[in-house]
């Protein structure tokens, strides 16, 4: 069972991020602290199974001040035996924290700190309405360097608009430089419900597949030239610090979300908290739960899941998944040097991780 905590505060929004938050506002951050340590008391110990990780992410979980988190800490230490825990992640922005407030992180038992810097280059992180500098950026992993954080990741963007070759390969070379465990390379897409998106619809943006390709391939040769082993699309890992809470979402581990808009699956019930923190509070308030929708997925809809987050990572999937057609379009993309099939499991190749999207979709 995986656990994952949504902080929705942001101290400004990001045009590209489809992720539900906003600013403080009027819903006071004590208020919503209440709310979700009394979610997580009531849905955890309601569990047979308990998690073995926990993510608190975003928003801007580290934006949270010390005392804050300390309060919510404290309630999730009563809460979860976090000597049982194989990992307990937080997503944190370069901005948000001083060596004090890192030096807390580990305090209170976070093991990974998943840093979303996105760019080295100013130009870059000004189109992506970043609030943080460069020089921010580089200060902030000596920061958790020096807080003794057992796993740090950097978060970077490819193909975002604006941005040149030069300035993603300086990108990964900058990140490289400062020795972090994990680093996740991620292809900017446009969500829907953010001004990238409208910008896409109006014209004034364009997806470019062959940037997409380039940049994704030149990620790969020089993360794995640096040490670093390719085991999901995006993300890169030296030895030990794979994400742990990530990689059983790929392998489609059953998880609980905590938080507005957190959405569970938890024996083939699929349920979503409602996306709004005023009336998350509210609800939690009132009946002590925040589900606004809830289905029970078909084993069909889970073996597509299964295909699509499966094909992701360097394990593959089982080639029982796939129905006759599926499988005929497998061996005809192996024989195209987009996959292997071997000892009953499928996996992509170099060259077939960069369309893994196309592909899933080729044989689900």
Known sequence: MLAYLHIPFCHRVCPYCSFYKHTPGNTPISAFLDAIIAEST?????????????????????????????????????????????????????????????????????????????????PVLQTLGREHDPEQAIRSVELLHKADIPSINIDLMFSIPGQSTEQWRDSLDQAISLQPHHISAYNLTYEEDTAFF???????????????????????????KAGFAHYETSNYAKPGHQSIHNSGYWR??????????????????????????????????????????????????????????????????AVSLLDEPGLRRARQ?????????QDGTLTLTKRGSALVDSIAGEIA
């Open 42 to 122: 009531n849905r955890i110990n309601s569990l047979s199974e308990k998690p073995r990780t926990l993510f608190l992410g975003g928003g801007t979980p580290s934006m949270l001040s010390p005392t804050h988190l300390q309060k919510l800490f404290t309630a999730l230490h009563e809460i979860i035996d976090f000597s049982q825990l194989e990992e307990v992640s937080l997503e944190a922005n370069p901005a948000t924290f001083d060596l004090e407030k890192a030096r807390l992180f580990r305090a209170l038992g976070i093991t990974r700190v998943s840093l979303g810097i996105q760019s080295f280059a100013s």
């Open 252 to 317: 489609g581990e059953p998880y609980l979300g905590l938080g507005p808009s957190a959405v569970s699956t938890i024996a083939s019930i699929r349920s979503k908290n409602i996306a709004d923190t005023a009336r998350y509070v509210e609800m939690i308030n009132a009946v002590g739960h925040a589900t606004s929708e809830s289905e029970l997925l078909r084993e069909e809809d889970l073996r597509l899941e299964r295909i699509a987050l499966g094909l992701r990572t360097t394990d593959g999937i």
């Open 198 to 224: 409208e910008s896409l619809l109006q014209g004034k943006m364009h997806v470019d597949d062959q940037v997409d390709h380039e940049h994704f391939t030149i990620a790969h040769e020089q993360l794995t």
């Open 333 to 341: 993309l192996a024989d195209m040097d987009l996959l292997n099939i």
